[in-house]
């Protein structure tokens, strides 16, 4: 009978401390298992965090790609610097009316409607509203005395072209026709080609200056 008891004992003995050393085993799994989620909800975390900043980031490059550039605005340089100054650009319809208007002048007047429109651009890039540093003014640069002379509005572009036209046909006329002394005396006045014309003989462009030699040599 006692046998039995401690054997009874021993049995229950045994049993409680399987039943603990379970317990013992469940807790630390449930621990582990613990630390494992609060990882993965880090990492989870993490991955949302660095979502919501591309998100910021893609939204940033949304509206940059969407804000329109800026235009750059820059003045116009004519050809020739001594006679013109940076204006605001004459619209390309201005031009383009400009030129063809510029030719029938030519024609009319008897001159290379070619090397007239040459002229003008060179003079103001067909711009009505060109000025330059010593006072000449409009799409055919004429000093207002000159202007005054011939009976028109410097600031009137259509006037000026044909005004231009017929000086040159005259000038072209007046120097035999040799429309390079005709394109000289435009720029530099027919006394200081006629001048030229004397002291350099065939040599005469050499003897006007560097700005009416460069004028010709465009043109």
Same mark, same amino acid.
């Given at each position: 009978m006692l046998k039995n008891i401690q054997k009874t004992g021993k049995i229950a003995s045994t049993l409680i401390t399987s039943i603990m050393l379970v317990a013992m085993i469940i807790g630390v799994m449930g621990s582990i298992q613990s630390v494992v989620n609060g990882n993965n909800s880090t990492t989870y975390g993490s991955h949302k965090v660095q979502s919501a900043g591309q998100h910021v980031q893609n939204a940033v490059t949304q509206v940059t790609k969407a804000a329109p550039a800026q235009a750059e605005t820059k003045a116009p340089a004519f050809a020739n610097e001594t006679t013109s100054v940076q204006t605001v650009n004459a619209p390309i319809s201005y031009s383009t009316s400009?030129? *063809?208007?510029?030719? *029938?002048?030519?024609? $009319?007047? @008897?001159?290379?409607?070619?090397r007239f429109v040459r002229q003008i651009q060179q003079e103001s890039g067909f711009n009505p509203n060109a000025? *330059?540093?010593? @006072? $000449?003014? @409009?799409?055919?640069?004429?000093?207002? @005395?000159?202007?005054?002379g011939m009976g028109i509005n410097p600031h009137d572009p259509v006037a000026s072209l044909n005004a231009a036209a017929r000086m040159m046909g005259n000038l072209d006329k007046q120097f035999g026709g040799d429309y390079n002394k005709a394109l000289a005396a435009y720029n530099a006045g027919p006394g200081a080609v006629q001048n030229a014309v004397r002291r350099g003989g065939g040599n005469w462009l050499s003897y006007l200056p560097t700005?009416?030699?460069?004028?010709v040599a465009i043109i």
């Open positions: 400009y030129q *063809s208007i510029a030719r *029938s002048a030519a024609v $009319a007047n @008897g001159i290379n409607p070619d000025v *330059s540093p010593a @006072g $000449a003014i @409009g799409i055919a640069q004429f000093m207002p @005395g000159t202007a005054a700005e009416t030699r460069n004028y």
